[in-house]
């Protein structure tokens, strides 16, 4: 059985950092690509970043690159995405989710999700 299990949201000041994790069963976790989604109040999900099965490749978007960072822990099998230079536009409830294939940006794409964790910045 598929499970992603996502921690570390909270609420940060703008300009703050926070450390979002995912634990994955270990058969998802050496098979499966890994991402990162956000969905805001009244707005669609959307693809943050990305990290292949075998941990070489990652790729984050447009709107937090730079500033969003994501690894792979294969000693704990667990995804990390790494917050920096928090915006209010960046609250919403942050998935993980597991996806067959790479390189896939959009929902449909990944067939397991976690059960989601907040993450608030303040102005």
């Known amino acids: 059985q598929v499970q992603l299990v996502e921690s570390g949201g909270g609420l940060v000041q703008a300009g703050g950092s926070l450390r979002l994790s995912c634990v994955a069963d270990e058969h998802t976790f050496k098979s499966k690509a890994l991402g990162w989604f956000r969905q805001a109040p009244g707005k669609e999900r959307e693809f943050v970043a990305a990290v292949s099965w075998s941990g070489n490749a990652t790729y984050s978007a447009n709107p937090v690159k730079g500033r969003f960072f994501i690894s792979r822990d294969a000693a704990t099998n667990t995804v990390h995405l790494q917050m920096n230079g928090l915006k209010p536009e960046d609250t919403a409830i942050y998935y993980c989710?597991?996806?067959?294939?790479?390189?896939?940006?959009?929902?449909?794409?990944?067939?397991?999700w976690g059960q989601g964790t907040q993450v608030t910045v303040s102005s």
């Open positions: 989710a597991a996806a067959s294939f790479w390189l896939l940006t959009t929902s449909p794409g990944y067939r397991d």
